[in-house]
C-alpha cells in the first residue's frame, strides 16, 4: 500500500524558465534520494532487464548517438551517458530533451535529478508541466518501490489502479503549486493544464 504523503513529501518539484540553444523552453524538475548506492540506481534506469520490471520495455539501440523506444510510450537518441551519473536523451521529439542526473550522497544513498525540458512554443507555458509532471512522479515512485523489492508482476497495469491514482491526484497538486510558485503560467493556464492532468492521470477518480 502507497504511503501518499510520505512519497509526496520525498519528492522536490520545480518549474521554471530556460534559455535553449533556439529560445526560451520550459524546465521541470523532479529530485528524490533513494537508500540505494549509485551503481545500483543507474543499473535500474538503464538496464533493460530490469527498467521492464519497474517502467516499460524498452528496445533499441542504447549507446551514445544510437536510438530507443520505450513500448506503448516514447522513443528518442541517446545524447549523453556517462555511468553512473549523467544520462541524457531526446524524448518524443527532437526538441523534448531529459537529463538524468545522479549524485552519490553516501555509499548508500543516491539522489537522482530528472530535468524534462522543452521549447515554450510547445509547453505553452509553465503550465505545461502538468502534462508531464505528474507522469514522472509516477515514476519515481515505481523506482522507489523497485529498489525496495516491491516488484509488481504488471508496471503499466498498476500505474493504472485506483490508489496510483490517488496518488496521481496528490501530485497534480504539488506540481500546481510548484507551476504557481514559479510565475510560469497564468490562474487560467494553471487551471487548465490541471484540468488536462485530471483527465490524463485520474481518469477512473469522480471529479472533485
Known amino acids: 500500500m502507497i504511503d501518499i504523503i510520505t512519497e509526496l513529501n ?30 545500483d540506481v543507474w543499473d535500474a534506469l538503464t538496464d533493460p532487464d530490469r527498467l521492464r520490471r519497474w517502467f516499460l520495455p524498452i528496445s533499441g539501440d542504447l549507446r551514445v548517438g544510437g536510438t530507443f523506444q520505450l513500448e506503448g510510450n516514447a522513443g528518442g537518441e ?14 518524443g521529439g527532437p526538441a ?12 548508500e544513498e543516491t539522489t537522482l535529478e530528472l530535468e524534462h525540458t522543452v521549447p515554450l512554443v510547445f509547453a505553452g507555458s509553465g503550465a505545461g508541466a502538468l502534462f508531464v509532471g505528474p507522469g514522472w512522479d509516477i515514476g519515481f515512485l515505481g523506482l522507489g ?3 525496495r523489492g516491491e516488484v509488481v508482476d504488471d508496471p503499466v497495469a498498476w500505474e493504472n489502479t485506483t490508489e496510483v491514482q490517488q496518488y496521481s491526484k496528490q501530485t ?29 492521470f485520474t481518469p477512473g477518480l469522480p471529479a472533485d
Open 10 to 39: 520525498a519528492i522536490n518539484r520545480a518549474v521554471g524558465n530556460r534559455q535553449l540553444a533556439d529560445g526560451e523552453g520550459i524546465g521541470v524538475v523532479l529530485r528524490r534520494r533513494y537508500p540505494a548506492p549509485i551503481d
Open 78 to 91: 541517446i545524447l549523453t551517458c556517462d555511468p553512473p551519473t549523467r544520462l541524457k536523451a531526446t524524448w
Open 96 to 107: 523534448s530533451v531529459v537529463e538524468l542526473r545522479l549524485f552519490a550522497d553516501t555509499a
Open 145 to 147: 518501490r523497485f529498489l
Open 172 to 200: 497534480i497538486e504539488a506540481w500546481t503549486a510548484a507551476v504557481e510558485s514559479s510565475g510560469t503560467a497564468t490562474a487560467e493556464e494553471i487551471t487548465a493544464g490541471a484540468e488536462a492532468a485530471r483527465s490524463q
